[in-house]
């Protein structure tokens, strides 16, 4: 072999030499580029998993509906704030990863897209926890605390349409994916604010129409008042409560006293109606005394035969005067109750007053009998009789639907009174 052939061999293994040297420093150092991508990776999962085992730890349970009642928002801030510093930490591997080669890029890729995932997750949390201290903060105490809700919670004072309106805008769910998870806990809260809201309110409607400038208006009536009541006793929360308390007031005593002017009537109705029956009674029995004294009063004929006088209460006492010496025979004599003189002054004896016959006494004589009493204005209209002024005054007060009455008085011969009700 000549020396040229020599030194061309010579210089081919020192070439190869000298690219199998750089091939193994290239090699070694990209190794180390890997090693430091690796390694960052690692620092980085670890921080992730961190955030992620606090972020698991915030939930009540592993079904991650309900925070716990520790959970606020400074806990949020620093997850928020750990979040921070792997991205900006991820972006720098991110950059080393770049350089790598096309499979050891694929081979540590997979941790690169968890950033999104846990962004999303707070996002989430910060919605529950925002939900849970507005939809809270509605009612006197604490609505929802771990995953129990409290049913019977009040709303706070002066809760506005208004304000409720703004948390239900934000919060209500009107689509649930989870019965009893925590967007439909929240829409139960959300609702049983809005109840307690719409009661006061309809009960304020109630009172308007029953209550207006400190008076109770035309239409309360005792059906009403209760209802309205009723209304008022559904209220929970005292302060609302409280505030209908006047008109309450207010109408009960309008109905009261409108209910005593109510019974007043209808008692005065009663006693005019007792009146009218008791005043036909009285027409009736003296209707059938006049008639008994009627005919009690008919003229008696005068009796055939002599028969003895009879004293009676009605016939004035009768004082005997001595016959005259000369009397005349069959025991009959003339009598003169005058003294003597008839009517006309003659000596004749008087006109048959002062015969006697049979044994006949004196001047006795038949009484007429007494007159029936009568109606010196007859009343001849359609009102109602009453024995009284006062009966037929009250009536007249008490009569409903009418424009006015008047009373007139009809008198009777035997100095009585009767009354007549006339409506108009």
């Known amino acids: 072999m000549n020396k040229k052939v020599q030194i061309g061999i010579v210089s081919m293994a020192l070439i190869t030499l000298c690219g199998i040297g750089f091939y193994f420093l290239s090699e070694t150092s990209y190794q180390k580029q890997v090693e430091v991508a690796a390694s960052e990776l690692s620092s980085n999962e670890k921080k992730l998993k961190q955030i992620q085992v606090e972020l698991s730890a915030i939930y009540t349970d592993d079904s991650k509906q309900f925070l716990k009642e520790e959970v606020n928002q400074e806990k949020i801030n620093s997850l928020v704030e750990q979040l921070e510093a792997y991205e900006k930490t991820t972006k720098e591997t991110d950059q080393l990863l770049l350089d790598l080669r096309k499979s050891d890029q694929n081979k540590y890729q997979l941790n690169v897209n968890s950033v999104s995932s846990i ?6 949390v910060q919605r529950k926890l925002n939900g849970k201290y ?6 006197q105490k604490p609505y929802l605390i771990d995953a129990e809700s409290d049913q019977d919670v009040i709303i706070i004072d002066d809760l506005s349409e208004e304000q409720l309106k703004d948390v239900r805008d ?29 009661q006061i309110n309809k009960t304020n409607k109630m009172m308007e129409e029953l209550y207006k400038d400190g008076k109770a ?11 309205f009541k009723k209304e008022v006793e559904l209220i929970k929360n005292e302060k609302a409560k409280e505030s209908f308390n006047n008109s309450l007031k207010v109408i009960e005593e309008n109905v009261k006293e409108r209910e005593a002017l109510a019974e007043q009537e209808k008692a005065a109705a009663e006693e005019a109606q007792r009146q009218q029956e008791t005043v036909k009674e009285q027409e009736v029995a003296l209707t059938e005394t006049a008639e008994n004294q009627t005919q009690s009063t008919e003229p008696v004929p005068a009796p055939i035969e002599e028969v003895p006088a009879v004293e009676t209460p009605t016939i004035q006492p009768f004082v005997p005067v001595a016959p005259p010496a000369n009397s005349g025979s069959g025991g009959s004599s003339n009598s003169n109750s005058t003294g003597g003189n008839n009517a006309a002054g003659s000596g004749t004896p008087g006109n048959g007053s002062g ?10 004589t038949v009484p007429e009998p007494p007159q029936a009493p009568y109606a010196l204005n007859p009343y001849t209209g359609s009102g109602t009789f009453y024995a009284t002024y006062e009966a037929a005054n009250s009536a007249g007060r008490a009569a409903i639907d009418i424009n006015g ?15 007549f009700l006339e409506l108009y």
């Open 405 to 419: 009455y008047r009373i007139i008085t009809e008198f009777w011969s035997d100095g009585t009174e009767k009354y």
């Open 119 to 124: 962004k999303n997750q707070l996002q989430a």
């Open 217 to 227: 208006t035309d239409l309360a009536d005792r059906e009403k008042y209760e209802a």
């Open 355 to 364: 015969n006697t016959s049979g044994g006949n006494t004196g001047n006795s």
């Open 134 to 139: 507005s939809v809270n903060g509605l009612f």
């Open 170 to 198: 934000i919060y209500y769910q009107k689509e649930v994916k989870e019965k009893q998870g925590f967007d439909d806990v929240l829409n139960e809260g959300l609702d049983l604010a809005t109840e307690q809201v719409n």
